[in-house]
């Protein structure tokens, strides 16, 4: 019995032609993931020093480690939001408890009048 084989291969770029794109898997380094973790443990925590190591090890990482720029500006973004949330916090506890400040200063209660003095028959 004969058999026949075909000899077909794979075709060949050809010269000057672009290679083909070969997906490469992300790699992220330790600086980056790093930078993560303390960024969402100091916001988790309520640590601004794990927030600005956030910072620091992000930065570091943006500039050795290219790939993993994202993981890098998130930790960023959180290590700063970490760090000066409690800014944001003030500002709004300012805005909201200002008002009441405000109208305790111009009109005191009149503790006679209230009736708290009548809880003790005095």
């Known amino acids: 019995m004969a ?8 075709p060949q770029p050809e010269l000057g032609a672009p290679a083909p ?3 490469t898997p992300a790699s992220y380094g330790a600086f980056s ?3 993560l973790v303390l960024g969402i443990t100091g916001i988790i925590l ?14 570091v990482s943006r500039s050795k480690e290219p790939s993993s ?6 930790g960023l973004v959180l ?4 760090t000066f949330g409690w800014l944001l916090l003030a ?12 109208w305790g200063a111009f009109a005191p209660w009149d ?6 003095w009548d809880l003790w028959d005095l």
Do not use: D, K, Y
């Open 3 to 10: 058999t026949t084989t075909s000899t077909t291969s794979a």
């Open 21 to 23: 794109a070969t997906a």
């Open 33 to 35: 993931i790093t930078a």
């Open 46 to 59: 309520g640590q601004w020093l794990l927030s600005a190591g956030a910072i620091v090890f992000g930065f």
């Open 69 to 74: 720029r994202l993981m890098a500006n998130w």
């Open 79 to 82: 290590g700063f939001v970490g």
């Open 91 to 102: 500002i709004m506890g300012v805005a909201f408890f200002a008002p009441l400040a405000i």
């Open 111 to 116: 503790m006679a009048n209230i009736g708290a």
